[in-house]
C-alpha cells in the first residue's frame, strides 16, 4: 500500500498522441498521471451528525486572505449537509494512513469515524478532527459554486497545523509515497 512511486528511467513524457476521447474513464486515466495527496475532509452536519469523505480534490486558492478549495461531486449524498456546514476541516493525510482513506472513501458504511482516533472537539458543533494526520486546516465555509458535475468548496483558514514524515499520495489509481 505504502510502496514508492517508481518511474522508469528515460521514460517520455508524452508517449502517445493527443487523444480527443473526453470520456470520463479516458479523463481519469490522464488526470491520474498526476500525483496527488490525500485528504480527507470532515464536517459537522446541521443536526449535529458528523460527515467525512477522502477527497484529492484539493488546493490552496489565497494566501491573502488564507483560502483553500476542494470538489465534491453534485450526486453524492453529502453534498447538501457541507453546503450548509459552517465550517470543514482538511485533513493531509500522512503515508501509514491508506486504511483511513479507504474507511472515509467507503460509501456504504453507515458509521465512517468508527475506530477512528479523534481530537478533542474545539467546540460544539465543530468538525470532527483526525487524531493523527500529516497536516490539518480548520477552515469557515465561505462559498460552494456549482460547476459541471461538481461543487467547489471554498474555505478560509482559521487554523492550522502539520507532523513530520511523508503524505499518502494517489497516483493512476493507487496509494503510494
Request: charged share 15%.
Amino acid at each position: 500500500m505504502n510502496a514508492q512511486l517508481d518511474v522508469e528511467p528515460g521514460a517520455s513524457a508524452l508517449s502517445q498522441d493527443l487523444s480527443q476521447d473526453l470520456s470520463p474513464q479516458a479523463l481519469r486515466q490522464s488526470l491520474g498521471c498526476f500525483p496527488s495527496g490525500v485528504t480527507v475532509i470532515t464536517a459537522r452536519a446541521v443536526d449535529g451528525r458528523p460527515l467525512g469523505l477522502t477527497v484529492n480534490s484539493f488546493a490552496s486558492l489565497s494566501l491573502e486572505p488564507p483560502l483553500l478549495l476542494w470538489s465534491l461531486a453534485n450526486r453524492s449524498p453529502n453534498r447538501q449537509a457541507f453546503r450548509q456546514a459552517t465550517h470543514f476541516a482538511i485533513h493531509v493525510l500522512a503515508a501509514h494512513q491508506g486504511e483511513t482513506a479507504l474507511q472515509f472513501a467507503n460509501s456504504r458504511l453507515p458509521d465512517k469515524f468508527h475506530g477512528i482516533a479523534l481530537q478533542p472537539p474545539l467546540w460544539e458543533q465543530a468538525p470532527p478532527l483526525l487524531a493523527d494526520s500529516h497536516a490539518l486546516f480548520l477552515c469557515e465555509s465561505r462559498d460552494a459554486i456549482e460547476s459541471g458535475d461538481h461543487t467547489l468548496f471554498i474555505g478560509r483558514v482559521q487554523q492550522h497545523g502539520r507532523g513530520a514524515g511523508a503524505p499518502l499520495l494517489f497516483y493512476r489509481g493507487q496509494f503510494g509515497v
